[in-house]
């Protein structure tokens, strides 16, 4: 591609790229983009149906510790759960007890919205051209990182605490770290390429 300038007349990117480089730019970026997908495929009904992350713990998390996926947990014992667990906060806490299941189930459904959200600027991202796809990059990077450093620390590294990691949920962190590794070093490379 033709070299960019800046005012004093250093090329500030990259020069005589042949058709194969440009492939491969091409190859990573879309790669990393379409990577950025993955929250949407999970999570992204729960902005609507928050309850539904039931099916989450039913069929996504258990062939993480190879267990068979099943329908064991139902929307009753969710409400069930969620009123043990304000049964059980001491009686002048009542409030907040009740802000905070307010708060857990509002984040999930605030994440959700953010990761449609993502997900549609990534399918327009990957409509225009790779040298106009920067600010995709950098989102989409920045994002990654702090995946895989949370998914790292459900893992078991001391990149954050989650009080309750379940078996399963510790094995997401160890396949989801990773995946989020790979999707920010793409995403960094196309980001670099693409300004």
């Given at each position: ?11 500030l ?13 091409g ?57 043990a ?65 949370a ?45």
């Amino acid at each position: 591609r033709v070299p960019e300038a800046d005012c004093r007349g250093q090329s500030l990117a990259f020069t005589n790229l042949s058709p194969q480089d440009d492939m491969n730019i091409g190859v990573i970026s879309a790669v990393g983009l379409a990577m950025g997908l993955a929250p949407t495929l999970i999570h992204g009904v729960e902005g609507f149906f928050p309850m539904l992350a039931r099916w989450i713990v039913n069929l996504v998390l258990p062939p993480f510790t190879l267990m068979a996926p099943s329908w064991t947990l139902t929307y009753d014992d969710q409400i069930q759960m969620l009123e043990a667990a304000l049964k059980a906060a001491p009686a002048e806490k009542a409030r907040q007890a009740a802000d905070y299941i307010f708060v857990v189930i509002f984040e999930q459904q605030q994440n959700s919205a953010a990761f449609l959200g993502v997900a549609v600027a990534l399918l327009y991202g990957l409509t225009v051209p790779i040298d106009d796809r920067h600010l995709f990059h950098l989102c989409l990077g920045v994002i990654s990182v702090f995946m895989c450093l949370a998914n790292a620390g459900n893992a078991g590294l001391p990149t954050g605490h989650h009080p309750k990691v379940s078996p399963n949920g510790k094995m997401v962190g160890v396949v989801f770290a990773p995946f989020w590794a790979v999707a920010a070093a793409l995403n960094i490379m196309a980001f670099i390429h693409t300004l």
